[in-house]
T-cell receptor
Framework: QKEVEQNSGPLSVPEGAIASLNCTYS??????FFWYRQYSGKSPELIMS????GDKEDGRFTAQLNKASQYVSLLIRDSQPSDSATYLC?????????????FGKGTKLSVIP | GAGVSQSPRYKVAKRGQDVALRCDPI?????LFWYQQALGQGPEFLTY????????KSGLPSDRFFAERPEGSVSTLKIQRTQQEDSAVYLC???????????????FGPGTRLTVL
């Protein structure tokens, strides 16, 4: 059973602060890791992908991956009210004929003006 | 260009009815996925198509669920004899290349919200 765990939140941060979102996964052979943002009533949209250990930065977003600890995180710098959404961590593993993207339950982020 | 589209956007069914949900992926995308998202949960994988071939249907919850993509483009998810526990948002996603690469972005459609009374 592949599991992806996230704190459901809500996580509240003031505008301009750094929001830190965390995710752990159970399947050691997981290959690819994604962060999706989902606004209420909308579909998920990809904001970051990461495939190797270390940090990956894209604008205000930084994804961090530690495969030894089976841990992936997302940092949002200079948080804006428009960042308020649910952030879904997703893990991909195509082993043994599986093509599943396994999602966590999501962390709800609220950025307070 | 157009994104992934799904229809209908909302569907209300009486328990026991059959429903069919349609997905139009982005033109030229090889991979197509169906997910089920219950309220307050992340999307859960249902099935995967590579062109017209259904390569993974391990997430379909029962034999009442059936999906097809006969010409490798449009896909239909059919649920027979709907039950209340089938109430959820059904999301379709497509990606450009083979899913086995694991690196392609999956683009999601707006979803179909199914309510079974």
């Amino acid at each position: 059973q592949k599991e992806v765990e996230q704190n459901s939140g809500p996580l509240s941060v003031p505008e301009g602060a750094i929001a830190s979102l965390n995710c752990t996964y159970s399947d050691r052979v997981s290959q690819s890791f994604f962060w999706y943002r989902q606004y209420s009533g909308k579909s998920p949209e990809l904001i970051m992908s990461i495939y190797s250990n270390g940090d990956k930065e894209d604008g205000r977003f930084t994804a961090q991956l530690n495969k030894a600890s089976q841990y992936v995180s997302l940092l949002i710098r200079d948080s804006q009210p428009s960042d308020s959404a649910t952030y879904l961590c997703a893990v991909f593993n195509s082993g043994a004929g599986s093509y599943q993207l396994t999602f966590g339950k999501g962390t709800k982020l609220s950025v307070i003006p | 260009g157009a994104g992934v589209s799904q229809s209908p956007r909302y569907k209300v069914a009486k328990r026991g009815q059959d429903v069919a949900l349609r997905c139009d992926p982005i033109s030229g995308h090889v991979s197509l996925f169906w997910y089920q998202q219950a309220l307050g949960q992340g999307p859960e994988f249902l099935t995967y198509f590579q062109n017209e071939a259904q390569l993974d249907k391990s997430g379909l919850p029962s034999d009442r669920f059936f999906a097809e993509r006969p010409e490798g483009s449009v896909s239909t998810l059919k649920i027979q004899r709907t039950q209340q526990e089938d109430s959820a948002v059904y999301l379709c996603a497509s990606s450009l290349r083979l899913a086995g690469l694991g690196t392609d972005t999956q683009y999601f459609g707006p979803g179909t919200r199914l309510t079974v009374l």
